[in-house]
């Protein structure tokens, strides 16, 4: 179960890096533009917002591999801890876009599905 988990977390992080060059690296051009349905007006407007944000999705990536780094070498409680903040970071900021705006339902489960599977995965192995 717990190497499950730790898949299905590091999914979440590839996920999470990979929104970080959408949001940080690439926010103007135009198959970034048309993922995120906005005007090349409003991307060059955002610029800016979308690079922090890219970062901290980025953060959250780190914070998960760290703690797949740990939990995988034996540290599971160090490891745990770090992947229960990040990947439930990632969880509640899918949540918070679903309630911003239920069109971007399919956007928020590409967020939040992963890292929510993952740690209910984690928590069983935890518990068992």
């Not at 949001?23 to 198959?31: G, H, K, Q």
């Not at 610029?47 to 780190?62: D, H, K, S, T, V």
């Not at 911003?100 to 740690?119: E, K, N, Y």
Request: charged share 10%; net charge positive; aromatic share 8%.
């Amino acid at each position: 179960m717990l190497a499950l988990s730790l898949i299905l977390l590091a999914i979440a992080a590839l996920i999470h890096v990979y929104i970080f060059v959408l949001e940080s690296l690439r926010w103007t051009a135009p198959a970034t533009r048309r993922t995120f349905g906005t005007s090349e007006a409003d991307a060059a407007t955002t610029r800016q917002l979308a690079f922090n944000q890219g970062f901290y999705n980025l953060f959250l990536a780190i914070i998960v591999a760290v703690g797949i780094g740990f939990a995988s070498s034996g540290a599971l409680a160090p490891g745990a801890a770090l992947l229960f903040a990040g990947a439930g970071s990632m969880v509640a900021a899918g949540l918070v876009l679903l309630a911003s705006d239920r069109r971007l339902l399919r956007a928020a489960l590409v967020q939040l599905a992963a890292p929510l599977i993952g740690l209910v995965l984690l928590l069983i192995a935890l518990l068992a």
